[in-house]
């Protein structure tokens, strides 16, 4: 199929407020897919209610109405513009439903409007859990035994024949919404209730359980042509039962042999083709820990939260390739990175993807984790090892922690700790690191936790570098070795008892200072200013002769700090490019426009912390760092950089005192 003529104007629909489940990632992919419709002459309409987007930006679409997602809305959109297609799949779960109730009830029909990429019964045959059942039955593919339900009477009789513990999963919601394990019929009767209200096809699949496999995950492409690749396999650190936007997320996928692998991947391939899904496509595995038994969980037939993460974890554009193939262009003819859509991504790096929940502003909420997200956010962490992403990652997420170390399991007994994780909880993997550091087998605590061996494995290495550094206070070989592992100065620094400041000083004294590697999966050989810090290997980030300004990005979206902050950043970045500068941003969050590699002329996907931030600085030279648009992530940056000798611009840290603090602001008054 060739590039549509025919069709002259497009209209996107948003995703509208920032909601679990539903955050940024989808400004991001809104964004890409304006820009890449607007690249091939189409006129592009969006509809969104969100004003704190980039993607509501006059410049990003040729005409944007912030306007309700609400069909009604949406229709008198649809009777004046007249566009001739919709793009039903960029704006989250919100577009698509919106999109499948403008078909059902005739709108699109009455306007002439055509529904483009994936098609209305391929939606339908992905989201609606019966169908779904009966297509992956009809192709041999294994799925969990389960019961279409539509009420609770019928509910109860499904999970009796299916056989407890069972998931309710309610079809068309967000973010398993309304989900969750029952191990009893009193359980089932709470949660079931709540299911179908939210439901918005009053459908709730009862499932049985298969908690504590694990939760293996492939972000696939395809075109009208039926060329399909496969971007980015990714695999849950911890086991079913935990939603995936709340689990630590690892890619690409190591703790599978090579059979399994190719296994699930075939699948993946097989299930797109099936459905016949044209643009990019999420489908999400159970597989048996101890044999080579799968099934499918379930499939996303549009861009969702894991589409934001494998874009950036593979530097794959998923929305803008998602976008292009909606209007009849082959994989072959989307130019990507030096390369075509058509070529598959290989990562020679490992990420890891940390979920940021909201607990610290709702202390009183129970943390317990299961299919229904609670994460309001995400971070990653780039390195060259498992061990040292993970580090990343941890001290990326702004919980006052820069380690695998929470103050409040020092005190809990063996067995408190062991009570604990027999639960699902947002900082487990604390608890665990606890364990590891008191002895206790990597073979008792998978039997607990039913985390991977090879996970496991990984943080006892980060425990026994704990150790050596303890045993070796000062010695340089040592802080080296803690260096290429990803040991934050803070850390290495609270077991010298040292300052952190002298950790910093020792390693430029001694040649300890990182280098950047550069994200590139498509080895075309083209230089991509995607970059990230090593101890180990050669330097890839060119250095120009431009006068260079660093912007300070906001890290996670948590409670009080939203996509605003992005849109800020975004926007000194667009404002110094224009200034005639070098834009050079640092963020870690992957489901936002700043990190799409192409916003600044430089991306450093880094933690925003002193040591990290400085390296970057020390490297570049800037002219100036801005630390007053990243939010409070950045504005907490601005006094230890200046500290270092680093020039603040803008906003300067007399005037964040003078505002930040009461006294000082009282004063002022």
């Known amino acids: 199929m060739a590039k549509r003529t025919d069709v002259k104007k497009v209209l996107i629909i948003g995703s509208g407020p920032i909601v679990i489940g539903q955050a940024a990632e989808f400004d991001y992919a809104g964004t890409q897919a304006c820009l890449a419709l607007k690249e091939e002459g189409y006129e592009v309409i969006l509809c969104n209610s969100n004003p704190a987007t980039i993607m509501t930006d006059t410049q990003i679409a040729d005409k944007v109405y912030m306007e309700p997602l609400t069909l009604e809305y949406v229709a008198k959109i649809l009777r004046y513009e007249r566009p001739d297609a919709i793009v039903p799949g960029i704006g989250g779960q919100t577009g698509l439903n919106l999109a499948m109730q403008l078909e059902r009830k005739g709108i699109l029909k009455e306007c002439g409007v055509q529904l483009l990429g994936t098609s209305s019964e391929s939606i339908e045959r992905a989201e609606d859990r019966e169908l779904f059942k009966e297509m992956c039955e009809s192709i041999g593919e294994p799925v969990i035994p389960s019961q279409i339900t539509y009420n609770l009477d019928e509910a109860k009789e499904a999970a009796k024949a299916v056989g407890y513990p069972v998931v309710l999963r309610p079809a068309f919601t967000l973010g398993g919404t309304g989900g969750g394990f029952a191990d009893n019929e009193e359980e089932l009767i709470e949660i079931g209730t709540n299911a179908f209200k939210l439901s918005p096809v009053h459908q709730v699949l009862i499932e049985k359980s298969v908690k504590g496999y694990k939760e293996i995950e492939f972000e696939v492409m395809r075109d009208s042509n039926d060329t ?88 794959y554009p998923i929305a803008r390739v998602t976008a292009k193939i909606a209007m009849g262009m082959a994989l072959e003819e989307i130019p990507v990175a030096g390369g075509t859509a058509a070529i598959e991504p290989s990562l ?18 129970p943390n317990t984790l299961g299919t229904q997200m609670k994460a309001t956010g995400e971070v990653m962490g780039i390195g060259s090892t498992l061990e040292e992403c993970c580090l990343k990652s941890v001290r990326s997420l702004e919980t006052g922690v820069c380690h695998f170390h929470l103050a409040k399991f020092d005190s809990f007994s063996d067995d408190e700790l062991f009570d604990y994780i027999k639960e699902f909880k947002d900082d487990n993997v604390y608890a665990v690191f606890e364990l590891l550091r008191r002895g206790t087998s990597i073979e008792k605590l998978h039997e607990v936790t039913m985390i991977t061996e090879l996970f496991l494995e990984s943080f006892k290495k980060i425990v026994e570098m704990e150790s050596t550094l303890k045993a070796n206070k000062g010695d340089i070989e040592t802080l080296k070795a803690a260096k290429i592992m990803g040991f934050s100065d803070e850390y290495i620094a609270s077991l010298w008892e040292t300052p952190e400041i002298d950790i910093y000083h020792t390693r430029k004294e001694n040649g300890i200072t990182p280098i950047f590697k550069m994200v590139d999966t498509l080895h075309t050989g083209k230089y991509i200013a995607y970059l990230y810090s090593s101890y180990t290997g050669e330097n890839a980030s060119r250095l120009s002769d431009k006068k260079k300004i660093i912007v300070l990005g906001a890290g996670p979206i948590r409670i009080g700090q939203g996509v605003e902050f992005d849109y800020s950043t975004v926007h000194a970045v667009q404002t110094i490019r224009r200034a005639g500068y070098e834009a050079i941003i640092i963020n870690n969050n992957p489901e936002t426009v700043s990190t799409d590699y192409t916003t600044a002329d430089k991306l450093y996907f880094e933690p925003l912390t002193p040591e990290d931030v400085m390296a970057i600085i020390d490297f570049e030279q800037p002219e100036g760092v801005i630390a007053s648009l990243g939010g409070q992530t950045a504005i907490n940056l601005a006094q230890p950089l200046m500290d270092r000798g680093v020039k603040i611009i803008g906003t300067d840290c007399a005037a964040i005192e003078r505002a930040e603090n009461r006294d000082s602001f009282n004063a002022i008054i």
């Open 228 to 315: 399909a690749i496969t971007i980015c396999g990714m695999e849950n650190v911890d086991p079913v039962g935990v939603h995936t936007g709340d689990s630590i997320v690892v890619a690409p996928i190591l703790s599978l042999n090579d059979h399994d692998l190719k296994m699930l991947n075939d699948s993946a391939i097989k299930i797109i083709r099936e459905l016949k899904i044209e643009g990019g496509c999420n489908v999400q595995f159970a597989l048996n820990p101890n044999s080579s038994e799968y099934y499918l969980i379930e499939v996303n037939p549009r861009v969702s939260r894991s589409s934001a993460l494998a874009s950036k974890a593979s530097g």
């Open 348 to 365: 020679d790096y490992i990420v890891a993807k940390f979920p940021r929940f909201p607990f610290d502003k709702f202390a009183d909420a």
